[in-house]
């Protein structure tokens, strides 16, 4: 028999790729059901839907959208390439304002074609950031820069640790940019909660999810992140050390997985919310 669903606790939030096979309207009517108050978004589902359209549905729900997913992709060396992404960008930004969250998280992108230097590729995200920052903060919008584990490096993201994310959002006044810390890619990482403690003393601890790592490492490593409690991650430890270090924003559940996403959205939904319980809290 499935265990009763206990009401979310008010931090919580989903992040809709965990339960992507559910329309934004079942995701709000399924959030409702169980009373969970936030939601983090992503772009191209809402862009579907319609932008305006999916703030309107949000409100009058009753949540909060804590994460609009996601900005980035901002190594390119050409300069019509960086010029895309920077009018992509500040879409997304205008995307978020208008969704209602203060949280923009950035991809920041891998290794263009032919290039190998990761210190160069960190440098165009800093100067494309310079960029965007003031854009961002006159909407109210933070830049939330978030590290992948190194094996995404050269396809996804040159910036792999949290201590290397914060050297670039310390470029910037903390009201502009900031960092997002999720487990699944800095839990390995013995020098994170330092980094973390760094973030939240500058102010900078933007946004935190969690999701878990497992073994042995699927084929397709971008959707083969584990459901909380499958895996090596401590979760009750990162939210402590989150707590510590002053956060006291959302939670959001992010994990890619092609064997929840072949689930019932709602089924898979209200498991997470147990998970939740069980392990992070």
């Not at 399924?30 to 579907?48: K, Y």
């Not at 901002?74 to 992404?85: F, I, K, Q, S």
């Not at 949290?162 to 310390?170: F, N, R």
Request: with cysteine; charged share 20%.
């Amino acid at each position: 028999m499935t265990p009763p669903t206990p009401r979310a606790p008010a931090d919580f939030s989903i992040n809709q790729m965990t339960v992507r096979q559910l329309s934004l309207p079942d995701l709000v009517t399924a959030c409702a059901d169980l009373g969970i108050r936030g939601v983090g978004l992503w772009r191209e589902p809402v862009q579907e839907y319609g932008v305006e359209a999916a703030a309107k549905l949000v409100r009058a729900a009753g949540l909060h959208v804590t994460t609009l997913c996601r900005g980035g992709f901002l190594t390119a060396v050409d300069p019509g390439e960086r010029a895309r992404a920077l009018a992509d960008n500040r879409a997304a930004v205008d995307e978020a304002a208008a969704l209602g969250t203060d949280t923009l998280i950035l991809v920041c992108g891998g290794l263009p074609s032919g290039d190998r230097s990761l210190p160069a590729a960190r440098e165009r995200v800093a100067d494309a950031l310079a960029d965007l920052a003031p854009y961002a903060a006159e909407r109210a919008v933070r830049l939330a820069v978030e590290p992948l584990h190194p094996m995404f490096a050269a396809d996804r993201c040159v910036v792999s640790t949290l201590g290397q994310a914060l050297d670039l959002a310390e470029r910037f006044p903390a009201e502009q940019v900031g960092v997002c810390v999720d487990t699944y890619h800095v839990w390995w990482d013995d020098l994170a909660p330092a980094a973390l403690a760094r973030a939240g003393a500058g102010g900078r601890l933007h946004a935190l999810q969690l999701a878990d790592w497992t073994t042995p490492l699927p084929r397709g490593v971008l959707t083969g992140r584990g459901a909380l409690g499958d895996g090596a991650v401590d979760f009750r430890a990162w939210r402590a050390l989150a707590r510590s270090a002053g956060y006291r924003g959302a939670v959001e559940v992010e994990v890619f997985n092609d064997a929840l996403w072949a689930g019932d959205g709602r089924e898979v939904l209200a498991d997470t919310v147990r998970r939740f319980m069980a392990h992070a809290c």
